[in-house]
């Protein structure tokens, strides 16, 4: 079964940058969608960006033109650029895909946009 550990999260102001990084335990060549979640507080996890092995590339209407997602299939990575944060980006980020019908998801990485 794939795993995934995220990183990159931290306290930043709003409208700073952050970049999210995923590892990913084989070949993501392999995996056809990888997709970035979060959890806000309070709330349940909301889709943010997906990413297939076509290079296509999907966006959750609130972090479009903000946020991009990429892979480096190389370092079996998966990335998440957040430019332009706002305090309601501040959640718990985490990687995901599904698996055999089963959702596979990270650990998370925490992200606190405030000033």
């Known amino acids: 079964q794939v795993q995934f550990v995220e990183s990159g999260g931290g306290l930043v102001q709003p409208g700073g940058s952050l970049r999210l990084s995923c590892v990913v335990s084989?070949?993501?060549?392999?995996?056809?969608?990888i997709n970035w979640f979060r959890r806000s507080p309070g709330e349940q996890r909301a889709w943010v960006a997906s990413s297939t092995n076509r290079n296509t590339s999907k966006y959750a209407d609130s972090v479009m033109g903000r946020f991009t997602i990429s892979r480096d299939n190389t370092e079996n990575m998966v990335y998440l650029q957040m430019n332009n944060l706002k305090p309601e980006d501040t959640a718990v980020y985490y990687c995901?895909?599904?698996?055999?019908?089963?959702?596979?998801w990270g650990q998370g990485t925490q992200v606190t946009v405030s000033s």
């Open positions: 084989r070949s993501i060549a392999t995996i056809y969608t």
């Open positions: 995901h895909t599904t698996e055999f019908g089963w959702s596979i």
